[in-house]
């Protein structure tokens, strides 16, 4: 089959390699449509994918094979899988703990747009316990994380700021449901204050983004587009310790299945009912998966990059 395989310059290489089989408790997945993120750029920019590898993250397509353990109903079911790695590839064995469930009907593009990033976005605005007439801060607003993040906290009610870097994307942002946006560019745009922040970027200026929370503010880190934060990061919540607020970082490797479930089922509910749109931004063909990383990587996207079989579909 064909694969995307990292090459011995952390380059990514076209390779015809070995079909994988399903072992015990694994399924074999046909795959559709690949999500591409930030991730993907992150992995392989530090080094942490071995020469010969296959990156990938997520993929939605049909299940062709079962191992041993697994039920054999699941053969024919489209799926949306989330393995550690093997998804820029025609197929791709993955634990059948690792599979979401795709309404019949449902468009793939759309649902793996939605994917891990709705994951990380709902599991951030879940855990903040964002509540209606909170004032959200997003940062990294425009990211396939933070198209959804300012989706989900406004169908919570909550008052949305999103954190951007043009006019065009700002006004994208406000058409999804943000009240305000602040051009991350413009020295002369002012915050507020927030009673949550959900942070995708990270960075140097964590701390000052913390400076903003309102009492019983709950910030949550869960990406690091802009890097580490400082070492200081903690002395606003020290300094003042009588505000009583939250630092949290979100992961969605420590998301136990049943609970991912739980999560993937409240935003599919949103997205039935109108409250969360798919946000595509480009797709490519699975050959050109080295020309999606880097668009990815030069921050231009908004929303979600795609890999399909075959001829690139949209814009
Ligand atoms: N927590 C988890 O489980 C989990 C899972 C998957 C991914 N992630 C992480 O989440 C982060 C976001 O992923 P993504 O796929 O949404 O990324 P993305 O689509 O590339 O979006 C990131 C957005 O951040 C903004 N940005 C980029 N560089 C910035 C900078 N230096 N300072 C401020 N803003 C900047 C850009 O939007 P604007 O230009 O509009 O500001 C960009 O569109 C990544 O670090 C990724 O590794 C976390």
Request: proline content about 6%; hydrophobic content about 40%.
């Given at each position: 089959m064909r694969a995307v395989v990292v090459d011995a310059s952390q380059e990514l290489t076209v390779a015809d390699?070995?079909?994988?089989?399903?072992?015990?408790?694994?399924?074999?997945?046909?795959?559709?449509?690949?999500?591409?993120?930030?991730?993907?750029?992150?992995?392989?920019?530090?080094?942490?994918?071995?020469a010969g590898s296959i990156p990938g993250l997520e993929v939605l397509g049909r299940v062709r094979a079962a191992g041993s353990g697994v039920p054999e109903g699941l053969i024919g079911r489209r799926v949306l899988a989330q393995p550690d790695f093997g998804g820029y590839a025609e197929q791709v064995a993955v634990g059948a703990d690792r599979l979401l469930p795709v309404p019949d009907g449902a468009d793939p593009v759309e649902m793996v747009a939605l994917g891990l990033n709705a994951l990380v976005a709902e599991g951030?605005?879940?855990?903040?316990?964002?509540?209606?007439?909170?004032?959200?801060?997003?940062?990294?607003?425009?990211?396939?994380?933070?198209?959804?993040?300012?989706?989900?906290?406004?169908?919570?009610?909550?008052?949305?700021?999103?954190?951007?870097?043009?006019?065009?994307?700002?006004?994208?942002?406000?058409?999804?449901?943000?009240?305000?946006?602040?051009?991350?560019?413009?020295?002369?745009?002012?915050?507020?204050?927030?009673?949550?922040?959900?942070?995708?970027?990270?960075?140097?200026?964590?701390?000052?983004?913390?400076e903003l929370l309102r009492p019983n503010g709950r910030y949550v880190l869960c990406g690091g587009v802009g890097g580490v934060p400082g070492p200081d990061v903690f002395e606003p919540l020290l300094r003042d310790f009588h505000r009583s607020s939250t630092l949290l970082a979100f992961s969605l490797r420590s998301v136990a299945p049943e609970e991912r479930g739980k999560s993937w089922e409240r935003v599919l509910a949103l997205h039935d009912g109108g409250g969360l749109a798919a946000v595509l931004d480009r797709s490519f063909p699975l050959t050109e998966a080295a020309a999606a990383l880097q668009w990815v990587e030069r921050g231009k996207s908004f929303g979600k990059v795609v890999l399909l079989q075959g001829q690139q579909r949209f814009p």
């Open positions: 390699v070995p079909e994988p089989a399903a072992g015990p408790g694994e399924v074999l997945i046909e795959a559709e449509a690949i999500g591409v993120g930030y991730m993907d750029v992150m992995r392989l920019r530090d080094g942490s994918t071995s951030a605005v879940h855990r903040t316990g964002v509540l209606p007439g909170d004032r959200v801060l997003v940062r990294g607003a425009g990211g396939g994380i933070g198209v959804l993040a300012t989706q989900i906290a406004r169908a919570r009610g909550a008052e949305v700021t999103a954190v951007t870097s043009s006019p065009e994307r700002a006004e994208r942002l406000r058409a999804l449901g943000a009240a305000k946006t602040v051009d991350r560019t413009r020295p002369e745009d002012t915050y507020g204050t927030y009673d949550v922040v959900v942070d995708t970027v990270a960075g140097p200026r964590v701390r000052e983004h913390l």
